[in-house]
């Protein structure tokens, strides 16, 4: 049974800082790409950032290069979005997604399997 749960939303200033975190169970988390991916009400989710090809590879949406950084720890089935300088833009329900990546070249398009999502709110 594959499941993610995000975790680390919040309410946070503009300017201000959140780490998101997602813990795996049920899956080989080395082969499996995990990314994050955001969705406002009525609109299509779109992906933020994502680490493919056992983590070699990276992928970060324009708008959130060099404020955001993806990272994972394979020993605690983990991974993370630290989030620095966040504007109202930014304020989406985060969720947490993954796909088999047993070939290494996932980029970052909708993944097959995702969590409940978490809210960051950015407002102040």
């Known amino acids: 049974q594959l499941q993610l749960v995000e975790s680390g939303g919040g309410l946070v200033q503009p300017g201000g800082s959140l780490t998101l975190s997602c813990v795996a169970s049920g899956l080989n988390f080395k082969e499996y790409a995990i990314g994050w991916f955001r969705q406002a009400p009525g609109k299509e989710r779109e992906g933020v950032s994502c680490l493919y090809n056992e983590g070699e590879d990276t992928y970060y949406r324009d708008s959130v290069k060099g404020r955001f950084t993806i990272s994972r720890d394979v020993a605690k089935n983990t991974a993370y979005l630290q989030m620095n300088n966040l504007g109202p833009e930014d304020g989406d329900i985060y969720y947490c997604?993954?796909?088999?990546?047993?070939?290494?070249?996932?980029?970052?398009?909708?993944?097959?399997?995702w969590g409940q999502g978490t809210q960051v709110t950015v407002s102040g």
């Open positions: 997604e993954a796909e088999w990546d047993g070939l290494g070249s996932a980029g970052c398009y909708a993944y097959d399997y």
